[in-house]
């Protein structure tokens, strides 16, 4: 019984399994410059979903004249596409990307990008249809993109400090997600909605900047370009 303890408390108890300090891990992970592309696209990305969430009815409604059911609609299109987003981009990058998430989140910010862009242009001549497809094509990749977020996140820390590197990149979105909603409605009230989707547009392009200069994905977008 003895020998059995003693044999566990190594185990359990040994210097290589001691969690470091909380100081230490903070500045491993300021120092993991890798890190930062991934850091601010989730703040660009989640500004821009939760926009979708607090704008996108007020939007369609203010803009297009639309009653503000049918916008619902057109929203809850956006929401359920970002759902099976956040399933089919994350297998994608587990099938065809091999693993690599930059990839695919990167194609997902310029997808996001692009759609946004539309936004910025007189949509008062597109048929109702095009609305529904276009809120689609938003919400799967502005919405589903946060999987490959957060794997990536996790990926790219180190093995003991996963949980505090995934709690810091929550946390900076949480101050995207508390200012981005109003921040943009203040530019609407200030400047219209033209600037409003230009800035989130401006966002999102230097958040793909970013992205396509590291090395992960500078080797090709083909899924097969391995």
Same mark, same amino acid.
């Not at 890190?35 to 821009?48: A, D, E, Q």
């Given at each position: *019984?003895?020998?059995?303890?003693?044999?566990?408390?190594?185990?359990?108890?040994?210097?290589?399994?001691?969690? %470091?300090?909380?100081?230490?891990?903070?500045?491993?992970?300021?120092?993991?410059?890798?890190?930062?592309?991934?850091?601010?696209?989730?703040?660009? *990305?989640?500004?821009?979903?939760?926009?979708?969430?607090?704008?996108?009815?007020?939007?369609? $409604?203010?803009?297009?004249?639309?009653?503000?059911?049918?916008?619902?609609?057109?929203?809850?299109?956006?929401?359920?596409?970002?759902?099976?987003?956040?399933?089919?981009?994350?297998?994608?990058?587990?099938?065809?990307? %091999?693993?690599?998430?930059?990839?695919?989140?990167?194609?997902?910010?310029?997808?996001?990008?692009?759609?946004?862009?539309?936004?910025?242009?007189?949509?008062? $001549?597109?048929?109702?249809?095009?609305?529904?497809?276009?809120?689609?094509?938003?919400?799967?990749?502005?919405?589903?993109?946060?999987?490959?977020?957060?794997?990536?996140?996790?990926?790219?820390?180190?093995?003991?400090?996963?949980?505090?590197?995934?709690?810091?990149?929550?946390?900076?979105?949480?101050?995207?997600?508390?200012?981005?909603?109003?921040?943009?409605?203040?530019?609407?009230?200030?400047?219209?909605?033209?600037?409003?989707?230009?800035?989130?547009?401006?966002?999102?392009?230097?958040?793909?900047?970013?992205?396509?200069?590291? %090395?992960?994905?500078?080797?090709?977008?083909?899924?097969?370009?391995?």
């Amino acid at each position: *019984m003895g020998n059995d303890f003693s044999r566990s408390s190594r185990i359990f108890f040994s210097p290589k399994q001691q969690v %470091k300090p909380f100081q230490k891990q903070l500045q491993e992970i300021i120092k993991n410059k890798a890190l930062y592309p991934v850091f601010f696209t989730g703040i660009c *990305m989640i500004s821009l979903q939760m926009v979708i969430v607090g704008h996108l009815t007020i939007f369609l $409604t203010n803009t297009e004249s639309l009653s503000p059911m049918l916008a619902g609609q057109i929203f809850s299109v956006s929401l359920f596409l970002g759902m099976v987003g956040r399933i089919i981009l994350a297998s994608i990058s587990d099938y065809f990307y %091999k693993g690599n998430r930059r990839k695919p989140l990167l194609f997902s910010v310029l997808a996001a990008f692009a759609s946004v862009l539309i936004f910025t242009m007189n949509i008062h $001549t597109l048929p109702l249809w095009s609305l529904f497809l276009l809120s689609g094509w938003l919400g799967f990749f502005g919405i589903g993109w946060y999987s490959l977020f957060i794997v990536e996140v996790a990926e790219k820390s180190s093995e003991d400090s996963v949980g505090v590197t995934v709690s810091f990149a929550l946390t900076l979105n949480q101050f995207a997600i508390i200012s981005a909603p109003p921040i943009f409605g203040f530019i609407v009230d200030v400047k219209g909605y033209t600037w409003a989707w230009l800035s989130i547009a401006f966002l999102l392009l230097l958040s793909g900047i970013g992205l396509l200069k590291n %090395k992960n994905c500078q080797k090709g977008f083909l899924p097969l370009d391995y």
